[in-house]
């Protein structure tokens, strides 16, 4: 699986859009991009996902670069409820693992 | 919306003892993982499961792990002896197949005393 990479933390005014950013310059044609969330010690909550076509669902958005270089998260409208740490992975799409790096932990703040 | 469940949320085992940690998948997925969180750590995967055998599994996951489908919808996991350095959060995920996006339950706090 292609490697990934995210800053260590963010912070987003309430309210505001948070763009997450992650690289994955190694990532291979046939590997997907998933962005993951995990709220304090909870289980980790799938987000969205995509091939190279950007994609949106009721929690997010999902920008992918033209070359599937680098992607960016965008929740439109942070709240505090928001705050977590935010994994990006790529792995090809069959039922395999995921690789789980360090992510970035959004602060969303009042 | 279906979810994973996970029991118990908290268990707390003497080292040396038998643990069986157990998951009921979303009814309609096929593929069944085990993955484990050490306090402070990342996510990291032990185990992946599908049509009744072992599909994948990592370095962690040695002869003292087991995984069992015993019935339509239970999936457990099974460490025969426990170490002090079990201790982790342990969580279950399961998905539909290919492509489709893993869900995770909200994990079982495993303390190995």
């Known amino acids: 699986d292609a490697k990934t990479t995210q800053p260590p933390s963010m912070d987003c005014a309430e309210g505001r859009a948070a763009n997450l950013p992650c690289n994955h310059s190694?990532?291979?044609?046939?590997?997907?991009v998933y962005w993951y969330r995990q709220i304090h010690s909870q289980g980790p909550q799938y987000i969205i996902h995509g091939l190279k076509n950007n994609e949106t669902n009721e929690m997010a958005s999902l920008i992918i670069t033209e070359d599937r270089k680098s992607s960016t998260l965008i929740l439109p409208h942070a709240t505090l409820r928001d705050t977590a740490v935010y994994y990006c992975?790529?792995?090809?799409?069959?039922?395999?693992?995921?690789?789980f790096g360090a992510g970035t932990i959004l602060r969303v703040k009042s | 919306e279906p979810e994973v469940t996970q029991t118990p949320s908290h268990q707390v085992t003497q080292m040396g003892q038998e643990v069986i940690l157990r998951c009921v998948p979303i009814s309609n997925h096929l593929y069944f993982y085990w993955y484990r969180q050490i306090l402070g750590q990342k996510v990291e995967f032990l185990v992946s499961?599908?049509?009744?055998?072992?599909?994948?599994k990592s370095e962690i996951f040695d002869d003292q792990f087991s995984v069992e489908r015993p019935d339509g919808s239970n999936f457990t996991l099974k460490i025969r002896s426990t170490k002090l350095e079990d201790s982790a959060m342990y969580f279950c995920?399961?998905?539909?197949?290919?492509?489709?996006?893993?869900?995770f339950g909200d994990g079982t706090r495993l303390s190995i005393l």
């Open positions: 499961f599908y049509n009744n055998e072992i599909s994948e």
């Open positions: 190694t990532i291979s044609g046939n590997e997907y």
């Open positions: 995920a399961s998905n539909a197949g290919e492509n489709q996006p893993q869900h």
């Open positions: 992975i790529v792995r090809v799409g069959y039922g395999n693992k995921l690789v």
